[in-house]
């Protein structure tokens, strides 16, 4: 069977097309805090570099520096590999469906592929060793957020780069519970400006990010696991987890004549992975499902 790639598609495969990249875009959470390094032409892995602090120490005029700092590389290597789908359009499904079928199976691989990229990232939580808080029947709390923040630039055996973005990703309900701390004037010590500051923050940023606290990006995400009613977030720097990327999504569509069907696969070619694991911090925390009374 002749394959016809994307650029050769007919108009309802661009259909398709369009409808799947602007959905896998837009649903994803994780893309934008993370680091995503595009592979050269012939490789499939990238090695990455993370370096130990460097002391400073005073000096004597005249005097050899006789105490260098070492300063030996430790390498991260990433590599990738493939992940896609399959759907089938019969042409009987085409011709009995109201509305465009293409648009809407587009639609579904572009969402079912920024989630899958997303859950590969979320199963990196759970590394998050060297700094964790909280627990299965924990209740997420400010403190809570501003320890998980401190603890990536307070660590002292590998603090975080002064540059670079601190996000924080949480199960939508654990998070929907610290929006409610900062929602209800007069329930804590935080002044009604700062409130409002923190809320307002995240409006117009995306349908994900909630706000931004102690100088980080809120977001929520309902594809985190939950189990014992309660799921594993975290604080991370942009530079903690990378993404080893050899081809973005793309779509290729093949006509199965004896099947009355035209297929469509969608693929991508990456890898994740954490970088320095001082850089982020395990959230774990209770995520039940909100009950509808006064509180979360």
């Known amino acids: 069977m002749a394959i016809n790639r994307a650029t050769d598609l007919s108009n309802a495969s661009n259909d398709l097309l369009l409808s799947s990249v602007i959905t896998e875009r837009v649903a994803t959470v994780m893309r934008p805090l993370v680091t995503v390094k595009t592979l050269p032409q012939g490789r499939n892995q990238i090695t990455a570099n993370t370096f130990g602090t460097v002391s400073i120490a005073a000096l004597t005029d005249g005097v050899?520096?006789?105490?260098?700092?070492?300063?030996?590389?430790?390498?991260?290597?990433?590599?990738?590999?493939?992940?896609?789908?399959?759907?089938?359009?019969?042409?009987?499904?085409?011709?009995?469906?109201?509305?465009?079928?293409?648009?809407?199976?587009?639609?579904?691989?572009?969402?079912?592929?920024?989630?899958?990229?997303?859950?590969?990232?979320?199963?990196?939580?759970?590394?998050?060793?060297?700094?964790?808080?909280?627990?299965?029947?924990?209740?997420?709390?400010?403190?809570?957020?501003?320890?998980?923040?401190?603890l990536l630039y307070g660590n002292s055996t590998q603090p975080v780069p002064a540059v670079g973005k601190i996000s924080y990703v949480g199960h939508t309900f654990t998070i929907a519970k610290l929006q409610s701390l900062l929602s209800v004037p007069g329930t804590s010590n935080i002044p009604a400006s700062l409130q409002g500051a923190a809320l307002e923050a995240g409006i117009g940023r995306g349908k994900y990010q909630v706000g931004v606290l102690f100088d980080m990006g809120i977001y929520h995400s309902p594809k985190l696991t939950v189990a014992s009613n309660a799921a594993k977030g975290a604080i991370f720097h942009e530079q903690a987890l990378y993404v080893a990327e050899e081809a973005k999504p793309r779509i290729e569509e093949e006509r199965n004549a004896s099947l009355r069907a035209t297929e469509y696969v969608i693929v991508r070619d990456d890898g994740v992975g954490i970088r320095e694991n001082e850089w982020g911090c395990e959230m774990h925390f209770d995520s039940a499902t909100p009950s509808g009374t006064t509180t979360l």
């Open 64 to 150: 050899d520096l006789a105490a260098p700092s070492t300063f030996t590389p430790t390498q991260f290597t990433l590599t990738a590999s493939e992940r896609g789908a399959m759907v089938v359009i019969t042409d009987k499904a085409r011709r009995e469906t109201v509305g465009n079928v293409e648009s809407d199976a587009g639609q579904e691989l572009g969402n079912s592929m920024a989630e899958d990229f997303d859950t590969q990232l979320f199963g990196q939580f759970d590394s998050f060793s060297t700094n964790a808080l909280g627990s299965a029947s924990t209740e997420i709390s400010l403190v809570y957020a501003l320890s998980g923040y401190s």
